[in-house]
């Protein structure tokens, strides 16, 4: 009969504690580097999410001669308006799927006309108050470049 809890069959002490210490010392090194990055992230996705929002705009206004009121707001590139100036040639089903939220799951910000040229839409950033340093910094469409 085969004896099955040989020494063979197993790791000892010794080999256990190698390989902790081999996942010790990578995530000593890996995760200061995946740290801190979610902020810049966050930011990077709003930069994205304006872009995609300005080219729903731009569609928006090539269709109909000008760009949803502040009134009627983002919503007008996923609803048709029926306050304001209503557009006649609106396309069926939209121009965007929904309007998202930023990376903080604040609404993003949208006036028209804007103080920075024919509209203005930004994202508040993390605090979801206008201006802020670091991770609270607001990213606004006329900034990205």
Same mark, same amino acid.
């Given at each position: ?9 197993? %790791?000892? *002490? ?6 902790? @210490?081999?996942?010790?010392?990578? &995530?000593?090194?890996?995760? $200061?580097? !995946? ?24 569609? %928006?206004? *090539? ?6 009121? @502040?009134?009627?707001?983002?919503? &007008?590139?996923?609803?048709? $308006?029926? !306050? ?62």
């Amino acid at each position: 009969m085969r004896n099955y809890l040989s020494q063979k069959d197993g %790791f000892t *002490l010794i080999e256990i504690m190698v390989v902790i @210490t081999i996942l010790a010392i990578l &995530a000593v090194l890996v995760v $200061p580097k !995946i740290v801190g990055r979610t902020d810049e992230a966050r930011r990077t996705a709003a930069a994205v999410q304006i872009r995609n929002i300005e080219q729903a705009l731009q569609l %928006f206004k *090539l269709d109909n001669g000008f760009y949803p009121s @502040t009134e009627q707001g983002l919503d &007008a590139l996923v609803n048709k $308006p029926t !306050i304001g100036e209503i557009p006649e040639r609106w396309k069926e089903g939209g121009y965007l799927p929904k309007v998202p939220d930023d990376p903080w799951h604040h609404p993003y910000q949208y006036i028209s006309p804007g103080g920075h040229g024919e509209y203005d839409l930004y994202s508040m950033g993390a605090d979801g108050e206008v201006g802020g340093y670091n991770k609270d910094i607001d990213i606004q469409s006329w900034d990205l470049e």
